[in-house]
């Protein structure tokens, strides 16, 4: 050894050691991880999007540690416990808390995941891991392999610019919303909505490069706006537009359902009323949809370019295309879909609302085509049969409960009064009737005259006395009724068919026994 080397300060170096003997006793038998979607990051917490399948070759029962990670959107791994016995093969679905940073990916990407496990053997710490490169799609990616479902992803009433616009114009026309009362008031929600977007300047752009009628086979990559681009791009294809309107609906509480059409997909929009209601308000069979136990409108939105009832009327047209069996196979109701497909959407520029002074007009002339319709129905079901046949209580009944219910309390109360006069029917149901067609225009005086008169010929019927009590205490003369006492009679009236039935403003209404065979479900 040469003494004259002059030696530098001692080194350490620490070493990290690991026993893993040439085949590891636990081993990864094989990984699937499928393509993931930015826009469904949410719904990898819950919803399996990979698997991993773990093999056991020792001769001892081994206690495993898993964990995954897709590096660049998870903060923390996934970690899962696994016990397999000898010999046993134990497949592990993967999830992922992934971050919402995710939405910002534009184009497609690949990202790097890793699979690790850690067990003990011979007294060390074994470690085996196992990578792979995911395929992340951008936002607004999705593959449509679950019907029209997929899309339910976008529709985000939430989103802080499609409450705003929603609520701009129905705040505008909160009136004109309660022209026909409660069976006509989501109808007429639809049709403010509709015009706001008319207004807007949203036009329908089909993808000429993919249509829908090719991409809902799922081989292809299709591409959804969120509705807040939509409104601020003011052009889009029939899913974007779809979605789009579908979003303003649910923010304004109206229900909606996602029709998956042989060429596109389009709107069924929820009228509020249950499908035995549906004679409350009377319009031709063929522009509804009766779809679970509720009654629908269907709705081409990409008629955007004409009025409401125009693309009302398409909608119609295009679900006359398809059998009974086929409404219910390619329907799915949003409020389902959203089970699978959480909405999420990227943070965005809210975009302006139009002033609702310049589609009220719109509004106006859509009010007035609606009436017509529903006139045209009243004429047809009730008014030329009763002609006919003046003697029809149970029918003159019926059309006094449609005219209470669309607000046209003029008409319920004339035809009421003709009905008194002519002495038919059961006068307790008429002068109830009468009662709350006046209640409900104002008149709280003349309807408890009437309110009074019907419990005066049907002293013990409590739903006639809360009616009374009701109209009572608006006027000042009683204190208000306990509420354990209305729980009560409607309690009553729910247990028994003694023909008592509430309606959506508290009253009760006194139908005869034929009516309410005529009203239940079906």
């Known amino acids: 050894m040469d003494r004259d080397l002059v030696y530098s300060d001692t080194i350490t170096v620490e070493l990290d050691v690991y026993f893993q003997p040439t085949l590891a006793s636990v081993g990864i038998d094989s990984l699937h991880v499928q393509e993931l979607f930015a826009s469904s990051y949410r719904d990898y917490e819950t919803r399996p999007f990979g698997a991993v399948w773990v093999a056991n070759h020792d001769a001892d029962t ?13 903060r923390r791994p996934f970690r899962q416990q696994l016990r397999l016995a000898p010999g046993e093969t134990r497949r592990a679905d993967i999830t992922a808390k992934l971050e919402e940073t995710i939405l910002s990916l534009n184009e497609a990407d690949t990202s790097p995941a890793r699979i690790d496990l850690s067990f003990a053997a011979g007294g060390d710490t074994v470690a085996v891991r196992r990578s792979v490169d995911v395929v992340v799609h951008e936002q607004g990616a999705v593959r449509w392999m679950d019907g029209a479902a997929p899309a339910a992803a976008f529709i985000t009433p939430t989103d802080p610019g499609i409450a705003d616009f929603a609520g701009e114009g129905l705040r505008h026309f909160a009136d004109e919303v309660e022209v026909f009362g409660r069976p006509g008031n989501y109808l007429s929600k639809a049709m403010v909505l509709f015009e706001a977007l008319h207004q807007h300047g949203i036009r329908y752009l089909e993808d000429a ?3 829908y009628a090719t991409r809902r086979e799922g081989s292809v990559i299709d591409h959804i706006q969120y509705p807040a681009q939509t409104l601020r791009s ?15 609906l649910e923010s304004a509480g109206v229900s ?14 929820d009228t509020g009323l249950l499908r035995w209601e549906a004679y409350r308000l009377p319009l031709e069979d063929r522009l509804t949809v009766v779809y679970g136990d509720r009654l629908w409108i269907p709705v081409e939105i990409t008629r955007i370019d004409g009025s409401f009832h125009q693309a009302w009327r398409a909608g119609a047209h295009e679900m006359a295309k398809l059998s009974a069996v086929k409404q219910r196979q390619r329907i799915t109701l949003t409020a389902d879909a959203w089970a699978r497909y959480t909405p999420a959407a ?20 859509g009010h007035r085509s609606l009436q017509s319709l529903i006139d045209a129905q009243v004429d047809e079901r009730y008014l030329l049969p009763l002609r006919d046949n003046p003697s029809n209580d149970e029918l003159r009944t019926r059309l006094l ?30 002068n109830n009737h009468l009662g709350i067609a006046y209640f ?5 005086q003349q309807a408890t005259l009437h309110f009074k008169q019907a419990v005066a010929a049907r002293p013990d019927d409590e739903g006639l006395q809360r009616n009374l009590k009701h109209a009572l205490w608006t006027l000042g003369r009683i204190d208000r009724p306990a509420q354990d006492e209305m729980a009560a009679v409607a309690s009553v009236s729910e247990s028994q068919s003694d023909g008592l039935e509430t309606s959506a403003e508290g009253f009760y209404w006194l139908s005869t026994a034929v009516e309410r065979d005529a009203a239940k479900p079906e």
Not at 62 to 74: G, I, N, P, R, T
Not at 238 to 245: E, G
Not at 256 to 266: G, R
Not at 440 to 444: H, R, V
């Open 440 to 444: 409900l225009k104002g008149e709280t």
């Open 401 to 430: 409960k449609v005219y209470v219910g669309l607000a046209a309390y003029d008409k319920a109360i004339e035809a009421a009064l003709d009905f008194l006069i002519d002495e038919r029917g059961d006068g307790a149901a008429t």
């Open 209 to 211: 490069s993919q249509p």
């Open 62 to 74: 081994m206690q495993v540690d898993l964990s995954f990670q897709l590096l660049d959107w998870m």
């Open 346 to 365: 990227p943070t965005q520029v809210v975009t302006p609302s139009p002033d609702p002074s310049a589609y009220a007009s719109a509004v106006s002339v």
């Open 256 to 269: 909606t359902a996602l029709v998956d059409f042989p060429e596109h997909v389009f709107l069924l929009v």
């Open 234 to 248: 003011r052009t889009g294809d029939c899913d974007d537009l779809t979605v789009l309107y579908a979003s303003l």
